[in-house]
C-alpha cells in the first residue's frame, strides 16, 4: 500500500514536472506560474436546448486568493494545443480555469454552425458556472481569435437581461465581435482566410486529422486550386471534397445587412459593455481595424480598455508570452488589489523606429492629418496636381497576386513588393526622399478619383517603406470594391465622366519612416487570393463565372485631386 502510494506520488510529481517543461517550451519567456494543477476531463455542461457540451476545468493545487476569478474559455479548436497551453498557464498562476468546446466540436452535441449558437450556448455557460460549488467569486473571459467572438457574444446580453451572470472582465486577444465584416472586407470576399479556415474546421469536424496536420505545416495544393476555381460556391467541393454549409452562407451572402450576417454581429452592443476588458492584438493581424473600432467604441463611453499592440501577426508566437503576463497582471490588480507594471493604458510598438509606447489613448494624443497627392509620372507629394491620369489593365484571368499581408499564417510580417511593384497592372508613386523621420500613427485613408471600364472593380491600395537600398516593404493596406451587389451607395455616384471618389480605408499602422526613406503608395485592382478577384460584371460574386478584362483610371486633375491622407504624429 505504501509501495504503491509513494507510486502513485512520484507519477503525478513526474507529470507536473512534464507540463511544466512543455508550458516553458512552448510559451517561449514565459516561467510556469506557482502552483502545480489538476485537470478534470469532459465536464457535461447542460444547454437550454438539452444539448450537452464538454469542458475541460483546470484548478491549481494549494491555496490560492478566493478573489481570483474563475477563467471561462470557449472555442471550436478543441481542447488542446497551443490555446490548452495557455489555459494551463492561467491556472498555474491561481486561477480556476473552464474550457469549453463549442456545439458540434470536440465531443460537444449538437451541430456546429460557426457564431450562430454562441450567444445562447454562453449564456447557459455561465448561468452553469455560476451555479458550481468548485465556483467562487467573478467570472472572467479570455481567448484569442473565435474565443474572443463568443466573449462578445455574451457581454452586453447578459448584462442586459441576467446581469448576476455577466462576466465580470473580458480578455480579448486578436478578435472581433462581427465575423461578416471581415469576410466581405469592404465589399471584397476575403477568400484566403474564408476557405482556408473553412477547410481547416471541416477537417476537424470529420477527424481528417493527417490532411488537417499536413496542411497547418505548409501550403495545402487541394487549397491552393481551390482558390482558383469559379465559381466561388465551388470553393469548398474543391478544398474538401464536399459541401460546407456554412461556407456557402458567407459566400451567397454579399450583403452584410443580410438578416443572416445582422442575426450574428455584436458590434453594436460594443458599448454596452461594462466590464473592464483586456484588448491584445498586432499590426499585422487579421481582425485589426475592428479590434481598434470596438477599443474606440468604449473609450467614447467612457470605458476605455486595456490595450496592447504588438509587432505581431494572427498566430506569432510572440505574441503569447507577454499575453499571458498582461492578462495575469490585468485580472490579479481588477480583482485582487494587486499592483500593475502598467504606466498608461495603451502599449503599443512602433514598427520602423522598433521601440514601445506608453500612450494614454489611440490612436496618441497630437495627431494631425498630413495630405499626399498622387501625381504623374508616378510621383508622390504635398502640391496638388495639374491634370493627367494614370491607366493599368487589370485582366481578372490573370489577377494581380496577394503579396504578403495579414492571414491566418503565423509568417504574416512586412515584405518587400520590389518584384510586385514591376507588374503591369500595379501602379506606384514615390514620395521625395525624407530630411527627418515621419511616424505615421492611426488609419491611413486613400481618396481615389477612379473610373473602371467595367460595371465592378477593386481598388487596392497600399503604402510601402521605400529603403535608401531601394527594398519597398509593406506597411499597411487596404480594399474596397464598387459596382457589385453588395456595395452598392457605397461612394457616391460616378460623374458624368465616369470617374468617382473612391474611399479606401488602410490598416491601421504605428510606423515610423526614417529619414533617408521614402513613403511609396501601390494601387492595384486585386489581391489574389487574399481577396477573391473581381470578375469586372457586377453580377453576384458568388455565381459569376465570365472573367472581363477592364482598364482602370486614377484621375489627377486638380478639383478633385487623388491623394491618401497620413495621420501623423511627433513625439
Given at each position: ?9 512520484g507519477l503525478?510529481?513526474?507529470?507536473q514536472r512534464?507540463?511544466r ?23 457535461r ?9 464538454l ?16 477563467v ?6 478543441g481542447?488542446s ?17 473552464l474550457?469549453?468546446s ?7 452535441e ?5 457564431q450562430?449558437?454562441e450567444?445562447?450556448d454562453?449564456?447557459?455557460t ?5 451555479a ?6 467573478p ?6 481569435s ?11 446580453e447578459?448584462?442586459?437581461?441576467d446581469?448576476?451572470?455577466a ?12 465575423f461578416?465584416?471581415?469576410?466581405w472586407d469592404?465589399?471584397a ?9 473553412t ?12 490532411p488537417?496536420?499536413?496542411g ?5 495544393s487541394?487549397l491552393?486550386?481551390a ?11 474543391a478544398?474538401n471534397?464536399?459541401q ?6 458567407w ?5 452584410l ?14 458599448p ?5 476588458t ?12 475592428w ?15 486595456r490595450l ?5 501577426a494572427?498566430q ?11 492578462t495575469?497582471?490585468f485580472?490579479k ?6 499592483p500593475?507594471?502598467?504606466v498608461a493604458?495603451?502599449?503599443?510598438f512602433r ?13 496618441p494624443?497630437?495627431v ?12 508622390l507629394g504635398p ?8 491607366t ?9 497576386p ?7 499564417d ?6 518587400d513588393?520590389?518584384e510586385?511593384e ?7 508613386f ?10 505615421v500613427a492611426?488609419?491611413?485613408?486613400a481618396r481615389?478619383?477612379f ?17 535608401p ?14 459596382g457589385?451587389v ?5 461612394d ?5 465622366d ?12 504605428f ?7 521614402r513613403?511609396g503608395?501601390?494601387?492595384s485592382s ?16 458568388a ?9 482602370q483610371?486614377l ?10 491622407e ?6
Amino acid at each position: 500500500m505504501g509501495i504503491a502510494g509513494a507510486g502513485i506520488g512520484g507519477l503525478s510529481t513526474l507529470r507536473q514536472r512534464l507540463g511544466r517543461w512543455i508550458q516553458a517550451k512552448t510559451i517561449k519567456g514565459l516561467e510556469p506560474g506557482p502552483y502545480d494543477i489538476e485537470v478534470r476531463k469532459n465536464l457535461r455542461v447542460p444547454m437550454d436546448d438539452g444539448v450537452i457540451l464538454l469542458a475541460d476545468l483546470i484548478t491549481p493545487i494549494g491555496d490560492v486568493d478566493p478573489r481570483l476569478p474563475t477563467v471561462v474559455i470557449r472555442g471550436p479548436y478543441g481542447r488542446s494545443g497551443a490555446v490548452a497551453g495557455s489555459a494551463r498557464a492561467l491556472a498555474r498562476e491561481g486561477f480556476r480555469v473552464l474550457f469549453q468546446s463549442c456545439r458540434g466540436t470536440w465531443g460537444s452535441e449538437g451541430e456546429f454552425t460557426p457564431q450562430i449558437d454562441e450567444q445562447r450556448d454562453g449564456m447557459a455557460t455561465h448561468r452553469w458556472v455560476r451555479a458550481q460549488p468548485w465556483h467562487t467569486g467573478p467570472v472572467a473571459t479570455y481567448g484569442p481569435s473565435y474565443m474572443g467572438f463568443t466573449q462578445w457574444a455574451v457581454a452586453a446580453e447578459l448584462e442586459r437581461v441576467d446581469p448576476d451572470n455577466a462576466p465580470d472582465a473580458l480578455c480579448l486577444l486578436v478578435t472581433m465581435p462581427d465575423f461578416g465584416a471581415i469576410t466581405w472586407d469592404n465589399g471584397a470576399f476575403s477568400m484566403r482566410n474564408a476557405l482556408g479556415w473553412t477547410q481547416m474546421m471541416d477537417r476537424m469536424n470529420h477527424r481528417e486529422f493527417l490532411p488537417l496536420l499536413l496542411g497547418l505545416r505548409g501550403p495545402d495544393s487541394r487549397l491552393r486550386t481551390a482558390f482558383d476555381v469559379l465559381p466561388l460556391t465551388a470553393g469548398d467541393v474543391a478544398a474538401n471534397g464536399r459541401q460546407v454549409g456554412w461556407y456557402q452562407d458567407w459566400v451567397t451572402r454579399e450583403d452584410l445587412a443580410d438578416q443572416y450576417w445582422t442575426q450574428q454581429s455584436h458590434t453594436a452592443s460594443v458599448p454596452e459593455v461594462a466590464a473592464p476588458t483586456f484588448m491584445v492584438t498586432g499590426w499585422y493581424d487579421i481582425f485589426l481595424p475592428w479590434q481598434l473600432h470596438n477599443y474606440a467604441q468604449l473609450a467614447a463611453v467612457g470605458r476605455p480598455p486595456r490595450l496592447t499592440v504588438g509587432p505581431w501577426a494572427h498566430q506569432s508566437r510572440g505574441m503569447a508570452a507577454p499575453t499571458i503576463t498582461g492578462t495575469v497582471e490585468f485580472l490579479k490588480e481588477q480583482f485582487a488589489d494587486a499592483p500593475t507594471t502598467r504606466v498608461a493604458p495603451v502599449r503599443a510598438f512602433r514598427t520602423g523606429a522598433d521601440e514601445w509606447h506608453d500612450l494614454a489613448t489611440w490612436p496618441p494624443e497630437g495627431v494631425s492629418t498630413e495630405c499626399l497627392f498622387l501625381l504623374p509620372s508616378s510621383r508622390l507629394g504635398p502640391d496638388k496636381p495639374a491634370g493627367g491620369s494614370t491607366t493599368y489593365i487589370y485582366d481578372p484571368s490573370d489577377p494581380t497576386p496577394a503579396l504578403g499581408g495579414p492571414s491566418l499564417d503565423p509568417k504574416s510580417d512586412p515584405v518587400d513588393n520590389t518584384e510586385h511593384e514591376r507588374r503591369a497592372d500595379v501602379v506606384v508613386f514615390r514620395g521625395d526622399v525624407l530630411a527627418e523621420p515621419l511616424t505615421v500613427a492611426g488609419e491611413p485613408v486613400a481618396r481615389i478619383r477612379f473610373r473602371s471600364s467595367q460595371p465592378s472593380a477593386d481598388l487596392f491600395v497600399r503604402i510601402c517603406d521605400v529603403h535608401p537600398d531601394g527594398r519597398a516593404m509593406t506597411v499597411c493596406d487596404g480594399i474596397r470594391r464598387i459596382g457589385s451587389v453588395g456595395t452598392k451607395g457605397t461612394d457616391p455616384e460616378a460623374d458624368s465622366d465616369g470617374f468617382r471618389i473612391v474611399e479606401v480605408r488602410l490598416w491601421p499602422t504605428f510606423h515610423e519612416f526614417a529619414a533617408g526613406h521614402r513613403i511609396g503608395i501601390q494601387i492595384s485592382s486585386g489581391a489574389h487570393p487574399r481577396y477573391a478577384r473581381n470578375p469586372g460584371s457586377g453580377e453576384p460574386a458568388a455565381t459569376a463565372t465570365a472573367l472581363h478584362r477592364a482598364e482602370q483610371e486614377l484621375s489627377h486633375e486638380s478639383a478633385t485631386p487623388s491623394c491618401i491622407e497620413l495621420p501623423t504624429w511627433s513625439l
